[in-house]
């Protein structure tokens, strides 16, 4: 069965730090693009980080410089960790799977045909 988990969401003071993780079974994340999705309430949901097979990297610019997007393919698991956190990054954080690389140039390939996690709530708050 194919599945992705994301977990590491919590609460955490403005300026702090959270580390999510996206951890697949039934495939080999390894072989896909892997984006990091937030949506806040009342919001749409905004890509904020890609990676890509070969380890590049993609950022909304809102999260550049304080967000950075890894693999670990031996653990099958992707990571988004976030730093300098502000009220602003609150939302449900989503990672997706998708088998291309161009996906992390347009993130709506995800949405039309990739694999998605159930999300993990981020707070920042004081």
């Known amino acids: 069965q194919v599945q992705l988990v994301e977990s590491g969401g919590g609460l955490v003071q403005p300026g702090g730090s959270l580390r999510l993780s996206c951890a697949a079974s039934?495939?080999?994340?390894?072989?896909?693009?892997v984006g990091w999705f937030r949506q806040a309430p009342g919001k749409w949901r905004e890509g904020v980080g890609c990676?890509?097979?070969?380890?590049?990297?993609f950022y909304v610019n809102s999260v550049k410089g304080r967000f950075t997007v890894s693999r670990d393919n031996v653990k099958n698991t992707v990571y988004l960790e976030m730093s300098s956190l502000k009220p602003e990054d609150t939302a449900v954080f989503y990672c997706?799977?998708?088998?291309?690389?161009?996906?992390?140039?347009?993130?709506?390939?995800?949405?039309?045909?990739?694999?998605w996690g159930q999300g993990t709530q981020v707070t920042v708050s004081s």
């Open positions: 997706a799977a998708h088998a291309s690389d161009d996906s992390c140039l347009v993130p709506e390939n995800f949405a039309d045909s990739g694999s």
């Open positions: 990676i890509q097979t070969n380890r590049d990297t």
């Open positions: 039934g495939f080999s994340l390894a072989d896909y693009a």
